[in-house]
């Protein structure tokens, strides 16, 4: 299969840092995206990543490692608009996304 | 304002009923995609087109119908054979459907069948 695997919750403080891990199958990777979800809505891009190291976009980075099979996104300075579900997606080499289960985080003033 | 748009955003149905779910983009993508979403689970393909009068299953593909007669429209029907039709739905489009195309979102139908 092409399991893609990331935390099913975390928390973290106004104004903190955090980092959402995703782990995936390397064998026929083709890219990696990361979405934002809030509850009840749609989920809208953030990231693509295609060639290993960070790609900065204002409070959001993500990483990508393509030989670990590992990305990471990165939010700094956290507001509370930020609490919503992230989702990371994967390209393999057909025409569709493999999507996990996506981490929901919850920031707390 | 270009975008995506699906309605209705909640739909009720009976079991045994058969339900269409209009998602329609002006996007000019050639790609559309249904997906369905659960809690605790990743988004699930239905069925993909990347091209007008063309169409593909995805994973979970067994109980739904779509059809594509026009470029912006991918209406996806859930039928009576759907064992577990209660979710939300997601259609998304992209550019050309091809390896690393960004697939934009619509806002969903959450459809609740009793």
């Known amino acids: 299969g092409q399991n893609i695997d990331q935390p099913t919750e975390m928390t973290a403080t106004e104004g903190a840092i955090v980092q959402i891990n995703c782990t995936y199958q390397?064998?026929?990777?083709?890219?990696l995206f990361w979405y934002q979800q809030h509850a009840g809505e749609a989920p809208t891009f953030l990231s693509y990543?295609?060639?290993?190291g960070l790609e900065e976009k204002g409070r959001f980075s993500s990483f990508l490692s393509r030989s670990k099979g590992y990305s990471y996104l990165l939010l700094k300075e956290l507001q509370m608009k930020d609490s919503a579900s992230y989702l990371c997606?994967?390209?393999?080499?057909?025409?569709?996304?493999?999507f996990g289960t996506g981490t929901r985080l919850q920031v707390f003033p | 304002d270009g975008g995506i748009t699906q309605s209705p955003k909640y739909l009720f149905r009976k079991e045994g009923q058969n339900v269409t779910l209009s998602c329609e983009q002006n996007?000019?993508?050639?790609?559309m995609y249904w997906y369905r979403q659960d809690p605790g689970q990743g988004l699930r393909l239905i069925y993909y087109?990347?091209?007008?009068?063309?169409?593909q299953k995805g994973d979970i593909a067994e109980g739904y119908s779509v059809s594509r007669e026009k470029k912006e429209s991918f209406p996806l029907t859930v039928t009576s054979a759907q064992k577990n039709p209660t979710a939300f739905y997601l259609c998304?489009?992209?550019?050309?459907?091809?390896?690393?195309?960004?697939?934009?979102f619509g806002p969903g139908t959450r459809l609740t069948v009793l």
């Open positions: 998304a489009s992209s550019n050309s459907g091809g390896l690393g195309d960004t697939q934009y």
């Open positions: 390397t064998s026929g990777f083709n890219g």
């Open positions: 990543n295609v060639l290993d």
């Open positions: 997606a994967v390209s393999y080499n057909t025409d569709k996304l493999i």
């Open positions: 996007l000019n993508h050639d790609a």
């Open positions: 087109s990347q091209i007008v009068n063309d169409f």
